[in-house]
Each structure stands twice: as structure tokens, then as C-alpha cells.
């Protein structure tokens, strides 16, 4: 695929638009979204291909605006006719619309950041070849602990670019290579997952996710049954992102001001500027930081800020959109697409055993969802390798579980970290966490789940 091609023809099918927009729908404000990317996948099960798949494609969003009446559609067809009939049908929406009183006017010209480099080109021609080598290379780790492997690789390169009636024109490029693996022993009582995401491919060494699950899946075989209740448990960056992406999605002004978040003051108000976790947390997401980079500006075309959520155990920030910001008289945060959490002083995960009289390694969780937004409670299961530790070592495997427990007390009951920290594979962010050690964590009941 030629980037600069796709690029050329993202920018023209934009413009195209936004000229369309003003001829056909005319005194309108608008506002569009052109996304193009190439994707691909294999998966495997049982040690074997099972699928494998390439996909092209571009996704064209319109919004328009007549005063206070709003409307939004999409195609992924780019000739001429189908985007004059995308301006048309959405027009004719909004004219139908109710009045939206939060609706925002579009934005005009901004300045940005100057952008990190996600593009690699070693990624955007990476191909199936390449996915067979790290795949073959996760298959023999399994293969060689007699165990049933099965896994997902998948990478893309994409270009997004937004541009309104009123000036603003922001675009980026991207690329992104992900595999998951799990091993499972053959008679179906153990399992191992290992996983590794990054915008270069090459960073993706399928012979070591594969060992990673395979000795997982090897240890915890046969697993003893143990109670629920409260525990210490070492986290590994898998389980932590997991729960880290609750709580950023709780960081909302709005719901904060309107007494609905965990982040509401007693008597009204936000906790911005209380000290609610120790000092060793800090939460940061920054477009420019070297280990978790990313987008400089959001989906409305916001320029993204390097920003403390949680810096060293307060709460310095929250997210603010347009609305909520020129109401409220702050200034709008966009909506950030990276997390770090940032590392202790453990040089190893290892190093967290130690001092654990009786606690559990956790490998990851999976199947989380809300109990309970204002107190940010969640339920989930744990998944692929939970490990008994007593007197700081681990003495082997245990069921799983489902846990019901907030994020912000994992943060707060937390004594020790890793000092590194790790990008962990999953939708919606680019995340970058440590390996814990929290107190108290509640499992709640035992899960049959593997």
C-alpha cells in the first residue's frame, strides 16, 4: 500500500467535502472526519492457522450544523455523487433535528504540539510472512510444553484527518502491531496468556510471548481451590490496564460537578487538589512522552496537552469537554488516548514477592464492567494463571475468581511497583503501566472459568 497515495486521497475526499458542504448546504457549519486504514490478522487455535484476513477501507463522518439543529452520517464510498449524497441526507437531517443546546460552533485553525513519530514503515509493509514468523515462533514455545496454543496477531496503518467550514484542519498517521497468545495444557486445567503491543512490528517477538504463555499455562495446571476474600495481590501490567482504563474514563468534570463520580466532593464540588492516593501514584498522559506516546489532538480536533491526572497521590486534574469548560469557565483538556502510569522503586516483578506472607499473582483480567460508577466499582474475572505466593514465593496455582473492587482503592492500597513499566495490548488507548502490589483486594467468589 502507498502511504502517500492513501494520504493524497484522504486530504482530496476531505476537501471534496467540505466543498460540497458549502455548495449543497449552504450557511451549515461543518465538520468532517476522514479515516483511512489498512488492516490485517491471522489467528490461530490449537497450534494451526485458522484464519487470516486484509482489509482496506476508508470511513467518511459529516456533521452539520444549522444554528442549534445538528446531524451526523457516514459512507465509505469517495466518488462525488455519494459524498454530495452524504451532504444532502445529513442536511435534511438536521433541519429535522431538535435544538441541541450544548452543541459547540466548530472549531477553526489550531496550533499543535509538534506530533511523535507513530508512523513506522517497516509496519505500514508488514505482511503475512511476518505474522507466520512470530506466530511460528509463539507455536514452537507451546508445542515444546505439550500444550495447545492459540492467538491473535494483528497490525494497521492508518491516517486520520478532520477539518471544519471554519479553518481547522488536523491530521496523523499511525501504525500499530499487536499479539495476544494463550497456551492451554491438554487437559483443559491450565492456561497462560502472554501479549505485546507497539507501532513497530518488529518489537513484536512472538518467541517470547509464546514462552511467556506457555510457562503460565505449564505452572498452572491442576490448580488448588482457595477461598474468596481479601487479598494481597502482585498485578501484572495486563490486570492493571484493565482496571486503569475504568478509572480514566471516570476523570470527568462534568460527571464530577453533577455529583456522579467518585470524584465529587462531600457537599458538592470536585476532589481536585485532595491528596487520595499515596504518594508513590502518579497518572500522567502525555502525546510527547517517549514511552506512551500519542495523538496531539482528539476526535473534535482539541490539541492534547501533556496533563497530571494524579501527581504524586493527588488528584490535579480532570477532563473537561468543550461544553463543560465554557460553562464551567475552565479550559477544555480534549480527550487524551494515552495513560501511564508511572513505575516504584522494584527492579523486577520478582521483587514484589518479597514480604508477602500470604497473597496472589495475578496474570490478567478479562469481562470487566460496572457495578457501580459512583463509588467506581467494578466486577470482572481473573484469567489465564492465578498463583498462590506465601512467605514471598509462589508455592503454585489456584482457580479463578470474580472480583468486585475499584480502581481507585487498587491505587490507594498500594505499597511497591516495578520501576518499569510496559505497553499493554487492548482497544481504546495506549497504555503504560508497572507490574503492582496492592492490599485488600476483593475477591469475591470462585469462577470455573480457565
Known amino acids: 500500500m502507498s502511504t502517500t497515495l492513501q494520504m493524497r486521497d484522504v486530504e482530496s475526499t476531505l476537501e471534496t467535502l467540505l466543498d460540497l458542504s458549502k455548495k449543497y448546504a449552504h450557511g451549515a457549519e461543518a465538520s468532517a472526519h476522514v479515516h483511512g486504514w489498512h488492516s490485517a490478522n491471522t489467528r490461530y487455535a490449537r497450534n494451526e492457522i485458522t ?87 509463539s507455536v514452537a514455545a507451546a508445542e515444546g510444553r505439550s500444550l495447545d496454543g492459540a492467538g491473535f496477531y494483528e497490525h494497521w496503518s492508518s491516517l486520520h484527518m478532520r477539518g471544519t467550514s471554519a479553518g481547522l484542519r488536523a491530521k496523523r498517521s499511525e501504525t500499530y502491531a499487536e499479539l495476544t497468545a494463550t497456551a492451554r495444557t491438554k487437559d483443559g486445567t491450565g492456561s497462560g496468556w502472554g501479549g505485546a503491543a507497539s507501532h513497530k512490528a518488529d518489537e513484536i517477538v512472538g518467541s517470547a510471548i509464546g514462552r511467556t504463555a506457555a510457562e503460565k499455562g505449564a505452572t498452572s495446571k491442576g490448580p488448588r481451590r482457595l477461598e474468596p476474600g481479601k487479598y494481597t495481590v502482585i498485578l501484572e501490567p495486563a490486570a492493571v490496564s484493565e482496571l486503569l482504563q475504568s478509572l480514566f474514563w471516570s476523570l470527568d468534570a462534568r460527571k464530577a460537578d453533577e455529583g456522579r463520580s467518585y470524584f465529587t466532593k462531600a457537599g458538592g464540588g470536585t476532589r481536585v487538589g485532595e491528596t487520595l492516593f499515596p504518594k508513590s501514584i502518579t497518572l500522567t498522559s502525555d502525546p510527547a512522552d517517549p514511552l506512551a506516546p500519542g495523538a496531539v489532538f482528539d476526535d473534535d480536533g482539541v490539541p492534547l496537552a501533556p496533563t497530571a491526572w494524579i501527581d504524586q497521590g493527588t488528584l490535579k486534574n480532570l477532563r473537561y469537554s468543550r461544553y463543560w469548560a465554557a460553562k464551567q469557565g475552565k479550559a477544555a483538556t480534549g480527550f487524551h488516548d494515552t495513560l501511564r502510569l508511572h513505575g516504584g522503586d522494584a527492579k523486577s516483578p520478582a521483587d514484589l514477592l518479597t514480604g508477602v506472607k500470604r497473597g496472589l499473582l495475578i496474570t490478567r483480567f478479562w469481562y470487566t464492567r460496572w457495578l457501580d460508577p459512583r463509588a467506581m466499582l467494578i466486577t470482572g474475572l481473573t484469567r489465564d494463571g492465578v498463583f498462590l505466593v506465601e512467605n514471598g514465593a509462589i508455592v503454585g496455582p489456584v482457580n479463578n475468581f470474580r472480583f468486585n473492587e475499584s480502581p481507585a482503592n487498587m491505587l490507594k492500597n498500594i505499597d511497591a511497583m516495578t520501576a518499569a513499566t510496559v505497553r499493554t495490548p487492548g482497544e481504546g488507548g495506549h497504555w503504560h503501566v508497572p507490574t503492582i502490589r496492592t492490599n485488600d483486594f476483593n475477591l469475591a467468589s470462585i469462577s470455573d472459568a480457565v
Do not use: W
Open 51 to 137: 484464519s487470516s484476513g486484509d482489509t482496506e477501507s476508508m470511513q467518511i463522518r459529516l456533521e452539520l450544523a444549522f444554528g442549534k439543529r445538528r446531524a451526523e452520517s457516514s459512507t465509505n464510498q469517495t466518488d462525488a455523487a455519494s459524498l454530495r449524497a452524504l451532504v444532502e441526507r445529513t442536511a435534511a437531517m438536521a433541519h429535522l433535528a431538535p435544538e441541541d443546546p450544548e452543541l459547540m460552533a466548530v472549531l477553526g485553525p489550531q496550533t499543535y504540539a509538534p506530533a511523535p513519530v507513530l508512523f513506522d514503515d517497516a509496519t505500514n509493509a508488514f505482511g503475512a510472512a511476518g505474522r507466520l514468523t512470530a506466530i511460528e515462533g
